[in-house]
């Protein structure tokens, strides 16, 4: 399951048990009238295709809890409106499109209804972001906006819309064979914005043989950066070094809690990319709440106005190409974190 459906399925879980938890607390009585309230999950990257957020409702239950979780008129307003708005630091409106309401794929088993899966997008032609003359330095600001006829005032979130990054090393399709067991670390280097949180990522495309049969698949080893400094919002050259004992220590991370196949002969690395990925503060701190094992009081971290959830901007710049040292393969291949993976050395 990938993180971002673990935490809508989080999210999924808290607004249905919100109202049922304020019960035990202040003697609620779920027969009342009270207005419900809008939970909203939106992560937009502008260089999508398609634009879209998940919009649930608390709800009260005058039956079997299970059995209304299982009610898809339960999770979802009746034909609400839903709009995005794209303005400029002064105010100046630039774009406003209305996203409609579309069937995605079925969600995974769980305590809701799992069809409809009803979320609201926007086709990227209908809602452009940046204009012909090229990228803009200064932020822009996007908005959402939803009402419905089930509640009183009006639900939105703001929140800035910067330039994705440029990636200066590795350069894009230039292949840099990287050596992560050198004396002199590897280094990443890009131009962004030293307030906002980053994730330098290794995507790396392997070959998986089986007994009877073969796959490609890929794993991501992932170092999460906090802002190189929260008060420089300028557009300005950022680098990260990387460390190879950490790259296989993220790595079998990332293999922990995946079933070995059956069958399984050997892997082989056979492509690597290098993503840098730049949130805000709301989104680092939303998903560092909702990754805790205990149980965590998620209405902090929003940013909804009236309403709870997370409406952010994400942007991703992908340099292709690249490739291990045979050190590095080697080390993948034979260190005592690594080697029950079965990655080959060749």
């Known amino acids: 399951m990938s993180d971002a459906l673990k935490i809508v399925n989080k999210l999924f879980l808290v607004s249905a048990l919100t109202l049922i938890s304020i019960s035990c607390e202040v003697d609620f009585n779920p027969n009342t009238d009270a207005e419900p309230i809008p939970v909203v999950y939106g992560i937009i990257n502008p260089d999508d295709s398609l634009y879209s957020i998940r919009l649930t409702k ?3 239950c005058t039956g079997s809890t299970t059995s209304c979780l299982k009610q898809p008129t339960v999770q979802y307003f009746n034909n609400p409106t839903v709009e995005f708005e794209l303005l400029t630091v002064d105010g ?4 406003r499109g209305e996203l409609l309401p579309m069937i995605a794929s079925v969600k995974e088993s769980g305590f809701f209804s799992q069809e409809p899966n009803i979320i609201y997008g926007i086709d990227r032609s209908d809602f452009e972001f940046e204009n012909d ?3 803009v330095m200064t932020p822009h600001h996007l908005i959402v906006k939803i009402k419905t006829t089930e509640t009183s ?3 939105y979130s703001d929140v800035e819309v910067r330039i994705r990054t440029t990636i200066l090393y590795p350069r894009n399709h230039f292949e840099t064979n990287f050596a992560l067991f050198d004396q002199n670390m590897e280094r990443v280097a890009w131009m962004g914005f030293p307030d906002l949180f980053h994730n330098v990522v290794f995507r790396v495309g392997y070959f998986e043989q089986l007994k009877d049969t073969s796959r490609m698949e890929f794993f991501d080893v992932n170092f999460p950066i906090d802002p190189f400094d929260p008060t420089d919002a300028n557009w300005t050259l950022l680098e990260y070094s990387i460390d ?3 790259f296989l220590k993220t790595m079998k991370r990332w293999f922990s809690d995946k079933e070995i ?5 050997y892997r082989k690395i056979t492509s690597l990319d290098v993503l840098i990925v730049s949130i805000n503060e709301d989104y680092q701190l939303y998903v560092n709440a909702l990754s805790r094992d205990a149980n965590v009081d998620i ?3 929003s940013n909804i106005t009236n309403g709870i959830g997370l409406f952010a901007v994400k942007r991703t710049t992908t340099s292709y190409g690249h490739s291990f040292n045979y050190e590095t393969m080697d080390s993948i291949a034979n260190s005592e974190l690594t080697k029950h993976l079965k990655f080959v050395k060749w």
């Not at 100046?92 to 774009?95: A, C, G, I, S, V």
């Not at 196949?261 to 002969?265: I, K, R």
């Open 58 to 60: 608390t709800f009260q």
């Open 92 to 95: 100046k409106l630039l774009n």
């Open 133 to 135: 003359v090229g990228p």
């Open 153 to 155: 005032v009006l639900t």
């Open 244 to 246: 190879g004992i950490k």
């Open 261 to 265: 196949p059956t069958g399984l002969q």
């Open 299 to 301: 209405r902090e971290p």
